[in-house]
C-alpha cells in the first residue's frame, strides 16, 4: 500500500501525478524541475518568439531543482538528511555538468548533508523548456 504526497511549496505537477508516493519506510520522489510554484516561470530560462530556448542558467536552474526536492522532502514529513539514492536528467550534459555538480556537491556532499548515490544521465529532453530534473528515493524514520 502506498499514500501519495502533494508539497504545498513545490511547484505543481506537470501531469497526472504526486509530488511523491510514501511505501512502507521510503519515499519516492517524481522528476521535480526548476519551475516556481503557482507559476509556469522557468527561473533563469529566455524562450526565443517561435518558443524554443534561446539561452539558460544551469547554475540557477539547478539550485530551484534542490530547493522544490527539499521542499516535497520537508512537506512528506522527511528530512534532508534521509535522501539516499538521486537521479539527475540533463539535457546538455557535455556542456552543464561541470556547473550542475559543483551545486550539486553543495547540496549533497559533505559534512550535514546526506551524500546520497546518484545517477546522472544525458538525455535530449525534458517536457518543458527545462535543462534539469532531479528525483530522490527517501528512507523514511
Same mark, same amino acid.
Given at each position: 500500500?502506498?499514500?501519495?504526497?502533494?508539497?504545498?511549496?513545490?511547484?505543481?505537477?506537470?501531469?497526472?501525478?504526486?509530488?511523491?508516493?510514501?511505501?512502507?519506510?521510503?519515499?519516492?520522489?517524481?522528476?521535480?524541475?526548476?519551475?516556481?510554484?503557482?507559476?509556469?516561470?522557468?527561473?533563469?530560462?529566455?524562450?526565443?518568439?517561435?518558443?524554443?530556448?534561446?539561452?539558460?542558467?544551469?547554475?540557477?536552474?539547478?539550485?530551484?531543482?534542490?530547493?522544490?526536492?527539499?521542499?516535497?522532502?520537508?512537506?512528506?514529513?522527511?528530512?534532508?538528511?534521509?535522501? %539516499?539514492?538521486?537521479?539527475?536528467?540533463?539535457?546538455?550534459?557535455?556542456?552543464?555538468?561541470?556547473?550542475?555538480?559543483?551545486?550539486?556537491?553543495?547540496?549533497?556532499?559533505?559534512?550535514?548533508?546526506?551524500?546520497?548515490?546518484?545517477?546522472?544521465?544525458?538525455?535530449?529532453?525534458?517536457?518543458?523548456?527545462?535543462? %534539469?530534473?532531479?528525483?530522490?528515493?527517501?528512507?523514511?524514520?
Amino acid at each position: 500500500m502506498s499514500e501519495p504526497v502533494v508539497s504545498s511549496r513545490a511547484p505543481e505537477p506537470v501531469g497526472a501525478y504526486p509530488h511523491a508516493r510514501r511505501a512502507g519506510n521510503l519515499l519516492f520522489l517524481s522528476g521535480v524541475g526548476p519551475r516556481v510554484r503557482g507559476s509556469k516561470e522557468i527561473p533563469g530560462v529566455t524562450l526565443a518568439p517561435d518558443g524554443s530556448v534561446a539561452s539558460y542558467d544551469i547554475e540557477l536552474q539547478c539550485r530551484n531543482c534542490f530547493a522544490n526536492v527539499r521542499a516535497v522532502v520537508e512537506d512528506a514529513g522527511a528530512r534532508w538528511e534521509d535522501v %539516499v539514492d538521486v537521479t539527475v536528467f540533463l539535457t546538455d550534459i557535455r556542456r552543464d555538468f561541470a556547473a550542475y555538480n559543483r551545486i550539486y556537491a553543495e547540496h549533497f556532499a559533505g559534512p550535514g548533508n546526506p551524500n546520497p548515490t546518484r545517477t546522472t544521465l544525458g538525455i535530449s529532453a525534458l517536457p518543458t523548456p527545462i535543462a %534539469v530534473e532531479v528525483k530522490a528515493i527517501v528512507a523514511l524514520r
